[in-house]
């Protein structure tokens, strides 16, 4: 997540500053941080809130560039004269 290793370094905060303001280890966060651990939505409103920022200041753009925004892009239902249609 590029976007929010730029924040800590900017802010000078260490991946240990970090992961003490989150309560969590420091192997834990690098991975968050390069994404080797899925973020959940708690984590993601805690992290933005150490850098008075809204989740998706900080993890929008990472998120459309993912597989999972792309299946929900794509995944649009259509309903027309009492149908479904689900594209894929």
Request: charged share 25%; net charge positive.
């Amino acid at each position: 997540m590029e976007k929010l290793r730029e924040y800590r370094l900017k802010n000078n905060f260490t991946n240990q500053f970090m992961a003490d303001m989150l309560g969590i280890s420091k192997p834990y966060y690098w991975q968050i941080e390069h994404d080797q651990k899925r973020l959940s939505y708690n984590m993601a409103i805690k992290i933005a809130e150490i850098f008075h920022l809204k989740p998706d200041d900080l993890f929008y753009d990472e998120f459309k560039k993912s597989k999972w925004f792309l299946f929900l892009f794509t995944s649009i239902f259509l309903i027309d004269n009492n149908s479904i249609f689900l594209l894929l």
